[in-house]
């Protein structure tokens, strides 16, 4: 008999992807509704009924299609698989529009070295690990710039204690925020060591970051920079709980030799190949989210300033969390289950907060030409499942007890929620609209609102979205967004 602690977060996930109820899980996967209700309550497991679940977990949209007998597939998941909402996996039409896709292929943005068994390389990847998308959202709308602003803000509110400031960075991106974060850090705190920790799993975003941090450690050269592919339940210790991981994890110091940032530069460009070695990932075979090959930790600093920043280097085996602000900027998928987010996210940051720290979130909202666009295309589509308010609730039962040492703060809409728009020129949104703006346009909206590559490619074998994506530029003179965010926070005493 056994009990996996994190097979309920599994199930969740993949009845949230596939549009399942829990009960349609249980009858699908080992012929039991009241399977996932009584395994919530407590109730074992048996080897075996793990072993099928597991399985089941395993499976893409198609394969679980072929798996359960004609008649029994709901219909969320024949459309999942590319079927009808009519047909039934047995009908000769069924078959042969259905073709095997997994769920993580193609993720070479990521860096990804090696698909699961059986994978060929053009499936259907996830949605928000589409580098282009991402590259060209972040090269044409104001968010980073935005959230950075909104992140000063909380800066004011903090009381750093010796022997430094302490930053983490939930999902560092392109480390664009990052870097505006830390100019205004130098700004309020010219003086104090930093101790910055980031947790990225894409090699490319990695990349990118570091490409913009030799002017960090010239201006600010008290500066400690971590970065890690750890998981949120990891990275803020720098320790994976697995003995395996901690076993396998590669630790890399580097102290920066000079006093200019070209030598920095030259420092950390050199970097590339240990990069490319070693933070490499996998696809996870029962969710398809991608999973560090190994675990990487990559500490920087100047090597002129060791003594002064002795206490503040992170040493391994010898991290303690507790930081003065943790940024969770876009931290998880909107459509994953309330659970998952606080469970898996939220909490293990919140509980990472030294006496005074702010957990600051931020995640989009919707109800804006944005989601009225998507609407166009897709009537009735909505992503946004949970605002903050739900998902303080739930991180508030995530912690039991030990919510009681926090501040939960959802703020009014008029301080939590802010704009961010599109760059386009005054002259651009006009009779005629040009194609590269269109297309940038549309690719910022579908972006945000996570639409999956197999619903797109549907869309853009006509040409409609184009004509939607003019009318409402020029209904709303251009396109933005809304972001909402919250704040937790541990108070000092």
């Known amino acids: 008999m056994t009990q996996p602690t994190d097979l309920l977060a599994d199930i969740a996930a993949f009845c949230g992807r596939h549009g399942l109820a829990e009960s349609t899980f249980g009858r699908l996967a080992v012929n039991d509704g009241k399977f996932v209700p009584r395994l919530r309550a407590g109730g074992r497991v048996r080897h075996q009924t793990l072993v099928r679940v597991q399985a089941f977990l395993a499976l893409t949209p198609v394969q679980t299609l072929r798996s359960v007998a004609p008649g029994r597939v709901p219909l969320t998941l024949r459309r999942l698989a590319g079927g009808s909402g009519s047909s039934s996996p047995s009908s000769p039409s069924a078959s042969s529009a259905v073709t095997f896709e997994p769920i993580a292929a193609g993720m070479t943005g990521l860096g990804l070295t090696s698909t699961p068994e059986g994978a060929s390389g053009t499936g259907n990847f996830r949605f928000y690990d589409n ?277 939960f703060n959802a703020y009014a809409d008029e301080r939590s929620i802010f704009r961010y728009d599109m760059h386009t020129l005054p002259t651009e949104i006009g009779n005629s609209i040009g194609t590269s703006t269109l297309f940038a346009a549309w690719n910022a909206a579908v972006y945000v609102a996570q639409i999956e590559d197999q619903r797109l490619n549907e869309v853009l074998a006509g040409g409609r979205y184009l004509e939607v994506t003019r009318e409402v530029l020029r209904e709303y003179g251009g396109l933005w967004f809304q972001d909402e965010s919250y704040v937790v926070s541990r108070p000092r005493a």
């Open 131 to 407: 580098r282009q998308k991402y590259l060209l959202f972040v090269n044409t709308c104001s968010e980073k710039s935005v959230i950075a602003r909104r992140v000063g803000l909380e800066l004011a509110h903090l009381r750093p204690r010796p022997p430094a400031i302490r930053l983490f960075d939930a999902g560092v991106g392109d480390g664009t925020v990052l870097a505006r974060v830390m100019r205004e850090m130098h700004r309020r705190f010219a003086t104090l060591p930093f101790y910055i920790v980031g947790k990225e799993i894409s090699l490319e975003d990695v990349r990118l970051t570091l490409e913009k941090m030799p002017d960090r450690f010239f201006e600010h050269p008290a500066s400690v920079l971590v970065l890690t592919n750890l998981s949120y339940a990891e990275a803020p210790w720098l320790l994976p709980r697995s003995p395996a991981d901690a076993s396998s994890m590669v630790w890399h110091e580097v102290a920066l030799k000079g006093t200019t940032a070209h030598e920095f530069e030259q420092q950390i460009t050199d970097l590339d190949p240990f990069l490319t070695r070693n933070w490499t990932v996998r696809a996870s075979p029962i969710t398809g989210n991608p999973l560090h090959e190994r675990p990487v930790v990559l500490v920087i600093y100047r090597d002129d300033y060791r003594f002064l920043l002795d206490d503040t280097i992170a040493r391994r085996g010898a991290v303690r969390a507790d930081y003065d602000l943790v940024m969770a900027s876009q931290p998880y998928r909107l459509r994953v289950p309330l659970s998952f987010k606080a469970d898996r996210v939220l909490a293990p940051l919140a509980r990472s907060l030294g006496p005074g720290g702010r957990l600051l979130g931020i995640h989009a909202r919707g109800a804006d030409p944005g989601l009225d666009l998507v609407q166009r295309i897709w009537p009735g589509e909505n992503p946004y499942t949970s605002d903050r308010h739900d998902l303080l609730k739930a991180l508030k039962t995530s912690l039991g007890t030990a919510a009681q040492h926090f501040n």
